[in-house]
C-alpha cells in the first residue's frame, strides 16, 4: 500500500526513481562533488552516496546564487539529481531547480525525511504530491 504526501510549494515534471533520504541540509556548493557525483562532505549523512538520477529528500535548503546556477550546471552535464524534495527551501535554491529543469518539492504537514532511503518515489509536482510506491 503507498502513502501520499501533499506538498505546499511544488514545480517541475513528474518523476519515478529511487531515493536518497537524510535529515541534513543541501548545499551543491559545499555538499557535493559535482564532477564525479557524490556527497563529498564528511560531516553530511548522505556523504559517499551517488545522487546522479536520485530523488534527493532532505530537511532544507543552505546557500544562496551560487547552489543555484550549479544545479543548473550539473543539469546541463546530466549528473544530477531527478528531484529534490525538503521540508523547507529557500527561495533561490527553488530558482535554481526551476531554472535547472528539475523537479522540486517542499512544504510538508509531516517530517519528509522519514521516506527511507531505497524507497520508490513518485514525485508529481503539478498535484504537489509525493508517494512511496
Known sequence: MSQVFKAKHAQGDVVEGICLTAHDGFSARYDLD???????????????????NKILVLDT??????????????????????????????PILAQGAAHGGIAMLSGFDCDITAAPTGSSLRVDPKNQTVEIL
Open 34 to 52: 559535482r564532477i564525479n557525483g557524490v556527497f563529498t562532505r564528511p560531516s553530511h549523512k548522505l556523504f559517499g552516496e551517488a545522487y546522479n
Open 61 to 90: 535548503a543552505k546557500g544562496g546564487v551560487a547552489s543555484a546556477w550549479m544545479i543548473y550546471e550539473m543539469k546541463k552535464r546530466g549528473l544530477c539529481p531527478s528531484a529534490i524534495i525538503f521540508n523547507t527551501v529557500n
